[in-house]
Every structure is written in structure tokens, then in C-alpha cells.
């Protein structure tokens, strides 16, 4: 079955930096477009950023617009984020979620991790 | 950006009973929209796709109208699991953008 295994949260200071990986498997990972998507402690759900099926659009969320980084290696079928200059606001819990099918929506949703930035 | 509004943002209703979320979105996305369960401590849960298409496995009980800037998601017969935070989404032109989300608490 499909399956998403986030990785690499943490605790870190602001300004500093972090990277999430997105395990991926039961699927052609190759083949789809993938997603980050964070929720705040407590709040709604918020888009971070999107890469194309072969790594070469990507699209990001102002909020974190030239700090983060989306990335994908699909010979070893893992999404990544590479996140700069944290701000507590970036607090959340971090998702990926793959692209369902030509509509756009996301299915399935990893569990998440969680990134917390404070001093 | 397309903002999409939630109505209302609190439910509270009974089991069996029948309720229905409004999103409107700030502009015309067509068909571009997608519906979301989320339970506590849970990833969100695909609903509904292209607005009425519901996703394999899922109840039908669930339904999902609209095109435009207005939608609907419609839970025919309210079951114990379906106490929930139900968000919208639109797809039609990035950044994607949810619904700040619905509340549905048994009465």
C-alpha cells in the first residue's frame, strides 16, 4: 500500500536551519507530482510548497518563499524540505502528501513531523 | 490568492441527523476543489476530489456539490465517526489555499 514517512523534525533555534525527508513507497514515486503541507499547533492547515513529478516545477507559499527549499531524489523515492531561517511562526507539524491524480488532490497525507523553533 | 471562507466554523448535531458545510471561494475555481477529514492527532483524510467525486472508500453518506465559487459538503447520516474538522481546498491556481476549517462536535 502507499505509504509516506516523514522524518526529521525537531527542535531548533530561530535563524537556524532544518531538513525533512519524505520516505515513499507502494507506489511510482517517479511518476507523481508531491507536496508539504504544515499545521500550526491548533490550527488550519497551511500549502508550503509543491514539486513536479521530475523535480523541475516547484511552487512555494509566500510565507516561506526564498527560505525553504523542495527538493526530490526519485531513485531513492524521498521528498525533501530544506528549511533556512526559522522563525517561530514555522512552528507546525509537517506533512507530505502525493497528488492523487490529474485533479490535483492530495492522497495519502504522511503522518507528519513536527518542527518546533524556539530559543 | 484564493481565500476560501467555511460556514460555519462550529457544528454541533446528532447522530443521524444530516448537515451541510458551505465553502466559498473569492473567485471562480470551477471544479477545483477538494473536501478534507481530519481527526485529532490524525493526517487529513481525502473525502472528495473535483468537488463530487467521492474517493474510493469513503461512505457514501458523504456527498459533494458545487462549481464556482460555492460548495458543499453534505453528511447524510451523521455516525460517531464522523465528529471531525472537515477542511476545503482549492486546486485551481497555486498557492493552494484550505478552509480554515469546520468543527463537527455531537450534540
Known amino acids: 500500500q502507499v505509504q509516506l514517512v516523514e522524518s526529521g523534525g525537531g527542535v531548533v533555534q530561530p535563524g537556524r536551519s532544518l531538513g525533512l525527508s519524505c520516505a515513499a513507497s507502494?507506489?511510482?514515486?517517479?511518476?507523481?507530482?508531491m507536496h508539504w503541507v504544515r499545521q500550526a499547533p491548533d490550527k488550519g492547515l497551511e500549502w508550503v510548497a509543491v514539486?513536479?513529478?521530475?523535480?523541475?516545477?516547484?511552487y512555494y507559499a509566500d510565507s516561506v518563499e526564498g527560505r525553504f527549499t523542495i527538493s526530490r531524489d526519485n531513485s531513492k523515492n524521498t521528498l525533501y524540505l530544506q528549511m533556512n531561517s526559522l522563525r517561530s511562526e514555522d512552528t507546525a507539524l509537517y506533512y507530505c502528501?502525493?497528488?492523487?491524480?490529474?485533479?490535483?488532490?492530495?492522497?495519502?497525507w504522511g503522518q507528519g513531523t513536527l518542527v518546533t523553533v524556539s530559543s | 490568492d484564493i481565500q476560501l471562507t467555511q460556514s460555519p466554523s462550529f457544528l454541533s448535531a446528532s447522530l443521524g441527523h444530516r448537515v451541510t458545510i458551505t465553502c466559498r471561494a473569492s473567485?471562480?475555481?470551477?471544479?477545483?476543489l477538494a473536501w478534507y477529514q481530519q481527526k485529532p492527532g490524525k493526517a487529513p483524510k481525502l473525502l472528495i476530489y473535483?468537488?463530487?467525486t467521492l474517493q474510493s472508500g469513503v461512505p457514501p453518506r458523504f456527498s459533494g456539490s458545487g462549481s464556482g465559487t460555492e460548495f458543499t459538503l453534505t453528511v447524510s447520516s451523521l455516525q460517531p465517526e464522523d465528529f471531525a474538522t472537515y477542511y476545503c481546498?482549492?486546486?485551481?491556481?497555486?498557492?493552494?489555499?484550505f478552509g480554515q476549517g469546520t468543527r463537527l462536535e455531537i450534540k
Open positions: 473567485q471562480g475555481i470551477s471544479s477545483d
Open positions: 502528501a502525493k497528488v492523487r491524480g490529474g485533479d490535483g488532490s492530495f492522497d495519502p
Open positions: 481546498q482549492q486546486l485551481n491556481s497555486y498557492p493552494i489555499t
Open positions: 507502494g507506489f511510482s514515486f517517479s511518476d507523481y507530482s
Open positions: 473535483a468537488a463530487s
Open positions: 514539486i513536479s513529478y521530475d523535480g523541475v516545477k516547484k
